[in-house]
């Protein structure tokens, strides 16, 4: 058994590590058996391990995790074929910036280079979806090596880190304690773990830039939830008049029930979007302020978004992407930071013309908001023979609590929720997985979002909404929510096809794959196979009853919708494609 009594001399290297993690906060790990020695180590410091079915599930339970916790999320696995499914989810979270530390075990230090059973170049393999890999060779070193994967994970911009340990390294002899190897107790597992202010002169500029405006827009990415900014940029909308929208990634970035709050926009403002009547807004902004956002694809409707004449203020802790796709006045900090102290700058300029604008600003909103109301009325609230995606998230939008966390899979089931569901509130709730948008990571992320609300005493509820064929990928963690008893709402909109894909191929090229359609399954039975409660809802009808019963109940549920196959979600890129259903 690990020595648990303090730096005595009999103590593991795995002991050790164990104590190390919980020092920086971890309370607990997503899991397998290996490595083994850390596991068994582990509940002797306090940390708990849940264990997932699928390796690359392990990773993405991890980023729900740290989304909802603010705590770097930690997942362990062995080498090989478990190492390799951590790429994707690693990727996932290097593109979103989402803090996580992989902790994989290696082969025996004396059986390296020679072919062991499941041995890989892990270094090699993980160095492009990883802000930082290294490899553990020596007890002494310890410490040092997993200070600096937590300082990674946390710092700057946050993001994986990978930390190796040969399996024989893990059961030796800790170090013993001197001159150099000195007992720590800095705690570097939470997100940010640094915050630096912009260049006050920077910030000077923005407010004189952000005054002057004629028609000046703030857009709110995701960095807004890494930094936990989202009451700072309340502040700055209400007392600076600003109208402010957000991405997709940004969504719960402000509260979508303030007068001067648009949603989200992008690519996702065909008709049926929330913001669509609102896309005038956006195409005569002068000035748009860019807070946590990468100006992605998706973001910016492939960069058509904004106009020509567009000038920009881009905040952002990454220097890299401050003016990576538009040229842009430079606000590198902390958003949090920065953002507090622009509104202190801007408090002192003169904002009549602010202020003056906002009652027509807001005026415009609402009867862009209406608009939408008005369109899409029909399509929430018929009885459709094959019920309608829109009809679930209306009554889903009418039952949620503003401190609820909505978890979406890729593809579609991130639209639905982006244009149908209202953030009441500033917060991360809405997760979506827009990193590099995996199918099937929908459930684990939600899984690993209960687990942090539950650790925090959060009486959140937790919903999870996959499509079909994303769902297809992650089967088998229903099993990992009935052991672990999660009371998490899973909604699986079931239309037998690949939507995204086969709608993309036919606006493309005028005909689709074979591969965008599935044969019938019913993953309500699927579902109770496995212990967990499975609903089969059939009729448009029966979506409220079903809803309220899942979202009331203690355990976890699933309810399997037939979907019409027809829906698609308010995608720019299908406009004039397709018929519209209004």
Known sequence: MPDHAGHSSNATV??????????????????????????????????????????NAGGTMADGYARISRKVGVVTAQNGPAATLLVAPLAEALKAS????????????????????????????????????????RADRLDDYVDMAFTAAASGRPG???????????????????????????????????????????????????????????VAGG??????????????????????ATTVMGKGAADETHPLTLGVIGYVMGQGSRTQALRPMVDRADLVLLVGNRTNQNGTDSWKLFGPETRFIHLDLDPMEVGRNYEAMRLVGDAKLTLAALTEALAARDLAARKAARPGLEAEIAAGLAAWRKTIAGVTTRDAPLPR???????????????????????????????????????????????????GWGLPMAIGARIAAEEAGSKARVVCLCGDGGFGHSWAELETLRRLDLPVVTLVLNNGILGYQKHAEEVKFGEHTKAVNFTAVDH???????????????????????????????????????????????ISFYAGHYPEPF
């Not at 280079?113 to 892990?122: I, W």
């Not at 990978?162 to 000195?182: H, K």
């Open 223 to 244: 960095g807004v939830h890494l930094s936990d900014a989202a009451g700072e940029l309340a502040a700055l909308q209400e007392r600076a008049h600003l109208p402010l």
């Open 14 to 55: 795995a002991f050790r590590l164990a104590e190390a993690f919980r020092r920086h906060g971890v309370t607990l790990t997503f899991g397998q058996s290996l490595p083994s020695a850390f596991h068994l180590a582990s509940p002797h410091l306090g940390i708990d391990q849940k264990v997932y079915r699928q390796e």
């Open 524 to 570: 309500a039975a699927i579902a109770r196979a496995c212990g967990v409660e499975g609903v089969r809802v059939e009729r448009s009808a029966d979506i409220p009853g079903a809803l309220k019963t899942a979202l009331a109940a203690r355990h976890p549920v699933l309810i399997d919708m037939l979907t019409d196959p027809d829906a698609k979600p308010p």
């Open 98 to 137: 989402i803090p996580i530390l992989a902790l994989v075990q290696e082969v025996t230090r004396d059986a390296t280079d020679r072919n062991a059973f499941q041995e890989l170049d892990h270094l090699g393999m993980f160095a492009p979806v990883a802000k930082w890999v290294r490899r553990i060779d």
């Open 389 to 439: 995606p829109e009809r679930l998230m209306a009554e889903l939008d009418a039952l949620l609590a503003p401190e609820d966390i909505v978890v979406a899979d890729a593809s579609y089931s991130s639209i639905w929720i982006a244009n149908y569901l209202t953030a009441r509130r500033p917060g991360q709730r809405f997760l979506t997985p827009r990193g590099i948008a995996g199918l």
């Open 160 to 218: 994986p880190a990978v930390l190796l340990v040969p399996a024989d390294l893990l059961t030796e002899g800790a170090a013993p304690l001197s001159s150099l190897l000195r007992p720590r107790a800095l705690s570097l597992g939470r997100v940010p773990l640094d915050r630096v202010l912009a260049d006050p002169a920077a910030i000077a500029a923005a407010a004189d830039a952000l005054a002057a405006a004629k028609h000046p827009l703030v």
